[in-house]
């Protein structure tokens, strides 16, 4: 069997957890998340906790088996404690703020970046170069996360750009003169 998959997903208390069919609903304090299933893995909630098995041994289906029991874990922690990713902007002039529904970035184009926040999606700005991206879908956080950074990937010979909080960046070393 799959290490992960055949791992039990513990549900606590404010959650309720609903199998029909291959659709997976998951409902707790900080909202709801669907998902659906590939035909080859069965999902069933027995007491407290919810179980995955899958079809056959086959390669495909020991991988989408592990796949959706982590998928299932997922959404069970988003709805209780939701997630989040922090994103730094490194370098002279590069700021963000909240303009309505979207986030303004000047990251050192000729033009700012309007960026419409999705929905489901909370961003907050923490002084100017603090970005907070919070919500209850893992997927979407990092999704959306990564999208920000690729406005500006941090460079490696100064660091500027949008990096994420706990990013290292290698450094490079610059030119050097010959004499």
Same mark, same amino acid.
């Given at each position: ?30 909202? %709801? ?5 590939? *035909? ?115 460079? *490696? ?17 610059? %030119?050097?003169?010959?004499?």
């Amino acid at each position: 069997m799959s290490r992960i998959g055949k791992l039990p997903i513990a549900i606590p208390r404010a959650v309720t957890v609903r199998v029909d069919g291959q659709t997976i609903s998951v409902q707790g304090p900080k909202g %709801k998340l669907d998902l659906t299933a590939h *035909p080859a893995v069965s999902v069933a909630v027995q007491e407290q906790e919810v179980r995955c098995q899958r079809a056959s041994d086959e390669r495909a289906h020991k991988a989408l088996h592990g796949l959706t029991r982590s998928l299932i874990a997922n959404m069970v922690e988003g709805v209780t404690q939701g997630f989040e990713r922090r994103l730094e902007l490194v370098g002279v002039g590069y700021r963000a703020q909240m303009l309505g529904p979207s986030l303004s970035l000047a990251l050192g184009y000729s033009h700012p970046i309007v960026f419409p926040v999705p929905p489901g999606i909370k961003i907050e700005v923490k002084d100017q170069t603090q970005i907070t991206v919070s919500g209850i879908d893992k997927q979407l956080v990092g999704a959306v996360a990564a999208k920000l950074r690729s406005f500006r990937p941090p460079e *490696p010979y100064k660091g500027k750009g949008v990096k994420y909080a706990e990013e290292r960046i290698r450094r490079k070393a610059g %030119k050097t003169g010959a004499k």
